[in-house]
């Protein structure tokens, strides 16, 4: 496996620590993870882990606790490289400050996520949720999403100033960032509509979901999927896939299917990592009926299948991913399989008070 993060002063392979993990640990269960993990191995978490934890913060819950677990693992928070436009690359930043300090460095600037959050609607919407929220509704909730993440970056020049930087160069700066928002917006602008009226044109009269249109539609039945087993599950469901006349007639590979061609609305000009891919991967398989998470429409579950694509796409950059979620696990195996991502997916259980994996 290719590096991809540098290895020169640390070679623990880096393991990704699943939610759920830490969210047992909290518990007192599966404590035996925690003796001497850190001395062969590197537990980390991402921005997904920070923004669970603060869901069950606002929850009512308390964010200490898990912040905690990962203190005791030793964790490093491990986070996707973007550029000066917002666009991921295909490396990953490494940081081993305390999970507290990043915490509370993610709850305080939260804009990101929101439009991250944001374009997710379509989707919830596609899955039969968000019944009270109109196609019109979401494209403004995305536009102001937008706006709202670039005025955060005109908010720390109004600080140069009192570093002694003249005047006239923060002013030029600002109209040269200014212009390259405006230029920005009307590109998003123009992809958010057209999101939408792809989205519009899947829907029928019936009161169906698009999830449920599209697995009629199929012949797909998750009863059936669930019997697939290990190697090549991706390929096997794909056989079902074009048992459909329709499917079995068109020029729709299954890479496009599974959407591992596809780019990004959000960033058309650049083509998507391999953590991207296992992101659509997982999506479709979910959608097919592999292995499906339950409730896909109510919006907590919703939540939490999204945040799930998440670890396991920031799982592509670890040598492996711990999980103590079946379905998880089923469907990651199956993506990285499919992708021919090296990563290992451990399912971890406990067993007579003893940690397997």
Known sequence: MLPRYSELDDARPLVYIDQNVIDALRKQKLLGIIPNFHKDFRAVYSDETLKEIKRAADGGGDAKPFLQVLCELDAYHIRRVTDSNFVPQNEILIRSLSPFQLYDEY?????????????????Q????????????????????????????ILKP?????????????????????????????????????????AFQTQVDSSELSILLQFRENLNVNPLR?????PPNVVEQIWQEVIKNEVMANSEVTIEQFFGVTEKSPAFPEHDNAPSDHVIGVYQILNMVGYYPDKKPHDSNSFVSTSSDMM???????????????????KKTSAAYEFLNIPTHVLHVVEENKKVAC
């Open 157 to 197: 020049l109004d600080d140069l100033g009192e570093d002694g930087l003249p005047q006239a160069f923060i002013d030029n700066l600002k109209k040269n960032i200014e212009s390259n928002q405006e230029e920005q917006l009307t590109k998003f602008k123009r992809l958010v509509k057209q999101s939408i009226a």
């Open 107 to 123: 709850a305080n600037n939260l804009n990101l996520e929101y439009l991250i959050e944001s374009q997710t609607l379509i989707n």
């Open 311 to 329: 670890h396991a796409s920031m799982g592509y950059y670890c040598s492996a991913i711990m999980s103590c979620d079946d379905r998880f696990v």
């Open 125 to 152: 919407k596609m899955m039969g949720g968000l019944p009270d929220m109109s196609l019109t509704e979401i494209e403004m909730h995305l536009v102001n999403a937008f706006e709202r993440l670039h005025d955060d």
């Open 225 to 229: 999927l669930n019997n697939i087993t």
